[in-house]
């Protein structure tokens, strides 16, 4: 029911993967990649990086709070991001980092630009993790121009569209579930993502379900060096509605887990009305309003 796609093939445009590639994008919303330049040793390196910085007391990870900095980087602790406000806060942990813009880029003033901010433990945190992030960001667009191609627009649609992305990778800590978790706690509550693309690394753990079209979940999982994608609203709407966002959650279980998404999202002036129409959306300020509904620190602000 969710598509198993190498991207070596996708992007040597194989009919078979392309159809593949189809049937994920306009049907269920979400597929697994293969062969990419991202090996299972790699992701591996990224997870357990992340696994540190999670693991060390929370007063060495508080000076990173982004209920502190007031941004969209850094560390967000167990109870800050709420994604569906029938439920309560997420009980998971995360750590947010993005682009890196030069100080005189005109986009440094802007919320969803904002700059990274890195922990001094783990030794390496930083360059692991924005090594990875930009070559994911690379996978990120071949994968994007393998979905462009699928659904019938020309292989570059998206390219001019993301010479500045707001791509946002992020490492989620799962623990176990609580004792005291009840129906409306979970590690992320039901949810469409608010961008483009999603590139998800995952520890091998199960816990992420999707939803069905009909109705009930499909739970999916992926070692490292498999990737499970998605699409998010951003991305339905540049397509009017071609490309389906599809409501997925992290109910949690027995066992910790740590997933690494990359939020593969355009420029801030990228407009991401239906493609050839005559309607304006900036997708960044569709993103700036999505995070203020979403993180706790920008609500209360």
């Known amino acids: 029911m969710i598509p198993a796609i190498d991207l070596q093939a996708l992007s040597a445009e194989d009919p078979a993967a392309l159809e593949a590639m189809r049937e994920a994008a306009t049907g269920v919303g979400f597929a697994t990649v293969h062969n990419t330049a991202l090996s299972g040793g790699r992701v591996r390196e990224v997870i357990e990086t992340y696994r540190s910085f999670f693991k060390l007391p929370e007063s060495d990870k508080k000076p990173y709070s982004m209920a502190g900095t007031g941004a969209n980087r850094g560390w967000g602790a167990a109870g800050t991001e709420q994604v569906d406000p029938d439920a309560n806060p997420d009980y998971k942990q995360y750590f947010d980092s993005g682009v890196r813009l030069k100080p005189d880029d ?54 001019a569209g993301f010479e500045t992305p707001m791509a946002l990778l992020r490492g989620n800590y799962y623990p176990s579930r609580p004792v005291w978790a009840g129906a409306k706690d979970l590690g992320i509550a039901t949810h469409t993502d608010y961008g483009c693309l999603t590139l998800l690394a995952t ?13 009930g979940w499909i739970p999916i999982s992926a070692e490292p060096g498999t990737f499970v994608i998605n699409f998010g609203e951003m991305m339905e709407a540049w397509t009017d509605g071609c490309v389906r966002a599809t409501p997925h959650r992290v109910v949690g279980g027995s066992n910790e887990r740590i997933s690494v998404p990359l939020f593969f999202n355009p420029s801030h002036d990228t407009n991401v009305a239906p493609l050839g129409s005559d309607k304006v959306v900036l997708a960044g300020e569709h993103l700036a309003a999505r995070f203020c509904e979403t993180y706790l620190h920008l609500k209360k602000s």
């Open 106 to 159: 005109p986009c440094a003033e802007m919320s969803v630009y904002a700059p990274n901010i890195w922990p001094a433990q783990p030794e390496g945190f930083e360059q692991v993790i924005s090594a990875y992030f930009d070559d994911a960001c690379e996978v990120a667009m071949a994968v994007l121009r393998g979905v462009a191609q699928s659904i019938g627009a020309p292989r570059d649609a998206f390219d």
């Open 203 to 215: 520890d091998g753990s199960a816990g992420l379900e999707v939803r069905k079209r009909g109705g």
